[in-house]
């Protein structure tokens, strides 16, 4: 069903359950089928990719079955996410468990799994892994310019170039098995430019490591693809476009190119619906008053994403006195408000200035492409229950 029904059901349903306590809980809508639009259109404008989910963007237990299912592969981070995938029955050929810097006891988990790809960045975790898992399969990450990404994640990980050649030497000496070159150009990239630009750098790298004996047979392009597509912005077509050439280009069809998507997969796939638990009336002195709206999911919960993924949160009206009103424009005036999380803390505010119609306590708001870097950093600070999933599968 869609997801307007998915959420018409669940409220119609709490009419009849008058007086089950939890009737007002925010609640997502994890939408299936838009996963799976999603893993179509990765096979057909990149299938020389293998795309390696990015767990940590939502292990919700249905999403990673879903993927499971349709073969992906798993970019893991922590022993936790490996053991979710393999609890699944995926084989460990099919997850790399991509964290430069590694707690010795995940690597010997991983070795004990036979989970043999793993990242690598600097020479330390080189002695580490040669002491715990001599036989890994490793891939070292290198540095590209993320500066056009939402979350930089080369201020903490990546090898820049002019180290390469140490790294190379130190993995020689110690007779580590290294068969890659792996790189991230940043969280929310916004430039597809920024993918072509890496894939050059790991170009130069796969030379100088050929030039020194080693055989490279994996480039790991990481994540960084777009979610939602944004709008005049970086869509997924542009920078498959861009990717999908380079590394034709770059590489021979005997390299395996893997990816680590995460935000692409689940970002529009899920829906959040927040129920208004109060109102505040700010007297401006004219006529035009003001509103402050307090919702029961927030920057402590699932809006966490506000804060750690830069992300601009968009609130829509669900319903109004009983209306169900996705995906409706309402004809109605509107007026200046703030909308507000429901922990005691006024960090937890979700939008500091928009435009809403009148609304009551009561009334439900929607909130579209919370699927990524949302569920899975929310906390329970205040006491408040970290919002559900109920689930759909949309065929358009
Ligand atoms: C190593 C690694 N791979 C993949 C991802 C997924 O990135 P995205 O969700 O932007 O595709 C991340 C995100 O932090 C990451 O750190």
Not at 4 to 23: G, I, P, Y
Not at 321 to 346: K, V
Request: proline share 4%.
């Amino acid at each position: 069903m869609s997801v307007h029904d998915a959420a018409k059901q669940k409220l119609d349903s709490h009419s009849r359950v008058k007086w089950e306590t939890d009737q007002e809980d925010a609640f997502f809508i994890g939408d299936l089928g838009e996963v799976y639009r999603q893993h179509l259109r990765w096979t057909r404008l990149l299938p020389r990719i293998e795309p390696h989910f990015a767990i940590k963007s939502n292990p919700d237990p249905m999403v990673v079955k879903l993927l499971a299912s349709l073969g992906l592969g798993f970019d893991c981070a922590s022993k936790s996410e490996i053991q979710q995938v393999l609890d699944l029955g995926v084989d460990p050929s099919r997850i790399i468990y991509a964290n430069p810097c590694k707690q010795a006891s995940y690597i010997r988990y991983v070795a004990q799994q036979n989970v043999a790809k793993m990242t690598f960045d600097n020479a330390e975790e080189l002695y580490k892994i040669k002491a715990l898992y001599p036989d890994a399969e490793l891939v070292l990450r290198i540095l590209t310019d993320d500066s056009q990404s939402l979350c930089q994640l080369g201020l903490k990980f990546g090898a820049p170039l002019d180290t390469v050649d140490h790294l190379l030497r130190v993995a020689k000496e110690l007779s580590l098995n290294v068969i890659g070159v792996s790189f991230h150009v940043g969280s929310g990239c916004h430039d597809e430019h920024a993918f072509s630009d890496a894939v050059l750098r790991a170009r130069t790298v796969f030379d100088q490591a050929e030039a020194m004996g080693f055989n490279f047979t994996l480039l790991d392009v990481g994540g960084g693809f777009p979610g939602a597509d944004v709008k005049d912005g970086i869509t997924f077509e542009k920078v498959a476009a861009i990717l999908g050439p380079a590394v034709d280009e770059l590489f021979s069809p005997q390299v395996r190119v893997i990816a680590e998507p995460g935000r692409y997969y689940v970002a529009s796939a899920f829906t959040i619906c927040t129920n208004i638990i109060g109102r505040r009336t700010v007297a401006s002195g004219t006529d035009d008053s003001s509103y402050m709206y307090y919702v029961n999911d927030g920057m402590y919960g699932a809006f966490n994403c506000i804060l750690f993924d830069h992300q601009i949160v968009i609130p829509r009206v669900l319903t109004k006195s009983g209306r169900y009103l996705h995906g409706q424009q309402l004809d109605e005036s509107d007026y200046e408000c703030s909308i507000w999380g429901p922990t005691c803390d006024s960090i937890d505010c979700l939008a500091k200035s928009t435009r809403l119609p009148l609304l009551e306590e009561g009334d439900w708001l929607y909130w579209e492409n919370m699927g990524a870097y949302t569920i899975c950093a929310a906390s329970k600070f205040n006491g408040f229950k970290i919002s559900k999933v109920i689930y759909t599968n949309t065929s358009v």
